[in-house]
């Protein structure tokens, strides 16, 4: 009952925020959706289970793999439906990912925001029910993935609904106890999720502020290797309640990265422009460097822990979007990552590998349209979709990039082309948003190979990135630009 509740008042919550229509007779009032979410059950509008199967829910001691995975990666995958157990490959559920999924797509992180949660691992003090975390973490490290993983510090008995826990030490203990569990396994730690959105923190900036200088001592204590991460801003608009937050932590440090959310607009370049906000992706970012500067964080790098964009029509009838294409989505993908890693952001996390399916109680809704394979719930899918094999493409291309050595060679009158050094050797990136073909002086030299980012399935429905072999004139590389990114590697 509580999750059907939880459902239909997450559905009105997002109807400001993305246009999901709430159901008219709904008379419910929200201290209902207070309690709902307090549970494991319901975080945030996607639903997760507790596993009754696991053995010794008591046990202490994480005997799982230590991380050996690829910090230095900048593709990370948020919010996967993975398995929490063993499960046979051959009979996965629909909409499930495993952790071997995700590593084979490229990716070298995976963002966990439904993992720590106090109220799920320790509800009653002193006990501890690890083994769904320990499952995950350990799954993550055999694949070599890197986790970002999300504290939520609220606790049924504590009395904590997206506030800052009334207990401070018995959460600060578990908080403890969970780093130095995971100390050889987890070393990036963000407390709360979208702390800027009343459905995941409900507290006012001072009592954020407190909990964090509370969370960065237990965790730099417990290992002094681990990084913690600010709690997100959800949008453009957060930077009121960020900015608020970063005052009240001027004059120390109790952060390592910054974590920015960003999602598409729905028009053909609305990746440099926000979903809800309409505010433009470069400004943003300046500004959330000034805020930094302003209070002593300006070596804190600026991640993007939450981003994506959509293929189809999301079904939301009190919002209108456009229809977007395989090729859209695959086109938006690889310009949401490279203007933003050209624009200073150090790593990105698609929402989200396989689909969702009912985020919020909205079927087919935008959130269940984001990701890079279908989900047979939703639609009778289950195939990758293109932006899957761009996304795995561009692992391949850009793993190696020395992110300090990007340029910008052209951001003017709608062509973009940028300039990243990877092994050592210049990776052109370019294209034209004004929707015509426009010819293009780049300066690369000898013969290259100009391939089209977005690939074409053939006859026998294989994936095909199609190239052309150009020579460079004295004057550089000519080429013709469209809307369709082209990557120009050296040879």
Not at 199 to 206: L, V
Not at 319 to 348: C, I, N, P
Not at 374 to 395: A, E, F, H, Q, W
Request: charged share 25%; with cysteine; aromatic share 12%.
């Amino acid at each position: 009952m509580i999750n059907k509740l939880a459902a239909a008042i997450l559905v009105f919550m997002f109807v400001k925020l993305w246009g999901f229509e709430a159901p008219s007779s709904l008379g419910l009032e929200l201290p209902i959706l207070q309690e709902a979410i307090s549970a494991p059950e319901d975080i945030g509008g996607r639903v997760i289970s507790e596993r009754k199967d696991f053995a010794d829910m008591s046990a202490s001691t994480y005997t799982g793999a230590s991380s050996s995975c690829r910090t230095s990666s900048i593709f990370g995958i948020h919010g996967p439906s993975i398995n929490e157990g063993p499960i046979n490959p051959g009979n996965k559920p629909p909409g499930i990912d495993t952790l071997k999924d995700i590593h084979e797509s490229g990716a070298g992180w995976v963002r966990l925001d439904r993992v720590f949660i106090w109220d799920a691992i320790e509800r009653t003090k002193g006990q501890y029910r690890w083994q769904r975390a320990d499952y995950i973490i350990n799954e993550a490290n055999i694949n070599n993935l890197c986790a970002l993983v999300v504290v939520m510090a609220f606790n049924k008995n504590d009395g904590t609904k997206k506030h800052i826990p009334q207990n401070m030490a018995w959460f600060l203990e578990f908080l403890q106890k969970a780093v130095e569990r995971y100390k050889n396994a987890v070393l990036y730690w963000q407390i709360e999720n979208e702390i800027d959105k009343p459905i995941y923190w409900r507290d006012n900036p001072a009592n954020y502020a407190k909990l964090l200088k509370e969370a960065y001592r237990v965790i730099k204590q417990a290992n002094p290797d681990a990084k913690v991460v600010l709690g997100a801003m959800s949008s453009p608009k957060g930077i009121a309640y960020h900015s608020q937050v970063i005052e009240q932590l001027a004059g120390g440090k109790y952060f390592d990265i910054f974590d920015l959310h960003w999602f598409s607009d729905s028009s053909s370049n609305g990746y440099r422009t926000h979903a809800q906000d309409k505010a433009e992706l470069d400004s943003t970012l300046a500004l959330i460097k000034k805020t930094l500067t302003q209070s002593g964080y300006d070596q804190v790098p600026v991640w993007i822990g939450e981003t994506g964009d959509y293929s189809g029509r999301p079904n939301n009838p009190s919002r209108s979007f456009e229809e977007h294409s395989e090729e859209a989505q695959a086109t938006a993908l690889v310009k949401m990552y490279l203007y933003s890693l050209a624009h200073g952001v150090k790593k990105l996390f698609w929402v989200s590998l396989s689909e969702w399916h009912g985020f919020a109680g909205a079927t087919g809704g935008y959130f269940d349209r984001l990701g890079l394979i279908y989900n047979p719930l939703n639609d009778g899918r289950s195939d990758k979709k293109l932006s899957y094999y761009v996304y795995r493409k561009m692992t391949e291309l850009f793993e190696k990039t020395d992110m300090e050595k990007t340029e910008i060679f052209q951001e003017s009158a709608d062509m973009y082309i940028y300039k990243f050094i990877v092994n050592g050797k210049p990776l052109w990136v370019a294209w034209n948003d004004d929707g015509q073909s426009r010819d293009v002086v780049i300066p690369a030299s000898a013969s290259v190979s100009v391939i089209r980012a977005i690939p074409v399935r053939n006859e026998n429905n294989d994936i095909e990135f199609k190239a052309e072999t150009f020579v460079s004139k004295q004057d550089g590389l000519h080429i013709i630009l469209n809307r369709t990114p082209v990557f120009i590697p050296s040879e």
